[in-house]
Nanobody
Framework: QLQASGGGLVQAGGSLRLSCAAS????????VGWFRQAPGKEREIVAH????????YYADSVKGRFTISRDNAKNTVYLQMNSLKPEDTAVYYC?????????????????WGQGTQVTVSS
């Protein structure tokens, strides 16, 4: 029900924009989050955005470099990633929150996309 795309291989300092597309029902009145999981590490929150887009949250590790946004008319959420670092290498997942506000807790997200690989070379 959620389709993440836009991942790829990029050099350090480069940029990528991830997209998360879903059915209107999946995003209807729901906050959306981006998570990532690096090899050998637990999945962690990257950013989340409320349904109307007025409230956003960023992990400290990406603050100032990543921007989350959404276009509800297109049922799509974006993650613009700038100044990428090798430590940003991970599989990135988008997920739909059970409320319109969002949170950093993974168990509050009830629909998950399949993930898209982001690899940043040094």
């Amino acid at each position: 029900q959620l389709q993440a795309s836009g991942g790829g291989l990029v050099q350090a300092g480069g940029s990528l924009r991830l997209s998360c597309a879903a059915s209107k029902r999946t995003f209807s009145n729901n906050a959306v989050g981006w998570f990532r999981q690096a090899p050998g590490k637990e999945r962690e929150i990257v950013a989340h955005i409320s349904f109307r887009g007025g409230v956003t949250y960023y992990a400290d590790s990406v603050k100032g470099r990543f921007t989350i946004s959404r276009d509800n008319a297109k049922n799509t959420v974006y993650l613009q990633m700038n100044s990428l670092k090798p430590e940003d290498t991970a599989v990135y997942y988008c997920a739909s929150h059970r409320t319109s506000y969002g949170s950093s807790r993974q168990y509050d997200y009830n629909y998950w996309g399949q993930g898209t690989q982001v690899t940043v070379s040094s």
